[in-house]
Structure formats: C-alpha cells, structure tokens
C-alpha cells in the first residue's frame, strides 16, 4: 500500500439510531481535520446489528489516536450508551442487510 493510500479512521459503533452524520463529525472534529464521517444504520431485519455505527475519517494518525483515546467510552449527547472507537480494520464482509443513509466527503 502506497502512503497515499493510508487512512486514519475510526469504527465508532453503539450508536444511537437516530445519530445524524453531523453530530459525530462535530463530536470527533476536537480531535483534528476530519476528512470523512458516514453512518451505517441497520436495516429492520437486522438483527446481528442493533445500534447504528459509522466511520470516522481523519487527515493524521495523531488525530486518529487522540480521538479514539477521547472518545472510547463517551456518551454522545446525553445518550443512554456508551460509544466504542477503535481504528477501523479494512473488512470484505457483505453489507446487503445493511444501507449507507448518510455519508459526506469533506
């Protein structure tokens, strides 16, 4: 993989489903220049996936670092749960019981 190539991002998951893309780049944008936020939410046959979840996409490795440090175990606004951030790992796995409702490319 080429340098380039790189991505600094984040799997933030336990989401609440109502989570707006904008909320989660604004929770994670103390951390550094966020480059990428989309969230996937679950379809109502899936089951294995409860909670939205999303990525969060940054310019640096520090910013990266930081935010899953800052971050990993919060509660976004006011929510019930507890979030989880750990850097993302590229996956194959389907998404076909699963769809992208929001996703911006900053």
């Keep these: 993989m080429a340098s380039e190539d790189v991505e600094f991002k984040c799997h933030v998951s336990n989401l609440a489903m109502d989570i707006k893309r904008y909320e989660l780049e604004n929770a994670f944008s103390q951390f550094g220049d966020v480059i990428e936020v989309y969230v996937v939410y679950p379809s ?29 175990g919060q509660k976004l606004d006011n929510g019930i749960y507890s979030i989880t951030v750990e850097e993302a790992h590229s996956s194959r796995r389907s998404r076909r019981s699963r769809r992208v409702v929001s996703k911006k490319k900053v």
């Design 44 to 72: 109502e046959h899936d089951y294995d996936h409860p909670r939205a979840y999303g990525f969060v996409t940054f310019e640096n490795e520090k910013s990266m670092r930081d935010a899953i440090n800052g971050m990993n």
